[in-house]
């Protein structure tokens, strides 16, 4: 059974540093493109990271310069640095992997 397993999420304040984790359980990442999304209330859940099997990444214009993500296939991980939070950050972020999707955790970020 496939899992993937999401930790780090924590509530900080505007200007904080965050690392998420995302971990894979009955599955091997290296041939895989992955993703960070972000679901807050009332809006869709959007792509903050998106990161390519050779570690090509990308992000929108609202991250741009301040998450970074990362890849760590002999582990199966996958990484989130999230700088310079806002108050906008705040979410729950997901992990996905083909069809996969993580359970989330929670970011939020208030002063």
């Known amino acids: 059974q496939v899992q993937l397993v999401e930790s780090g999420g924590d509530s900080v304040q505007p200007g904080d540093s965050l690392r998420l984790s995302c971990e894979g359980i009955?599955?091997?990442?290296?041939?895989?493109?992955m993703g960070w999304y972000r679901q807050s209330p009332g809006r869709e859940r959007e792509l903050v990271a998106g990161?390519?099997?050779?570690?090509?990444?990308n992000y929108p214009d609202s991250v741009q310069g301040r998450f970074v993500a990362s890849r760590n296939d002999a582990e199966n991980k996958l990484y989130l640095q999230m700088n310079t939070l806002k108050p906008n950050d705040s979410g729950m972020y997901y992990c996905?992997?083909?069809?996969?999707w993580g359970q989330g955790t929670q970011v939020t970020v208030s002063s």
């Open positions: 996905h992997l083909g069809k996969y």
């Open positions: 009955g599955i091997t990442f290296k041939t895989y493109g």
């Open positions: 990161i390519s099997p050779t570690g090509f990444t």
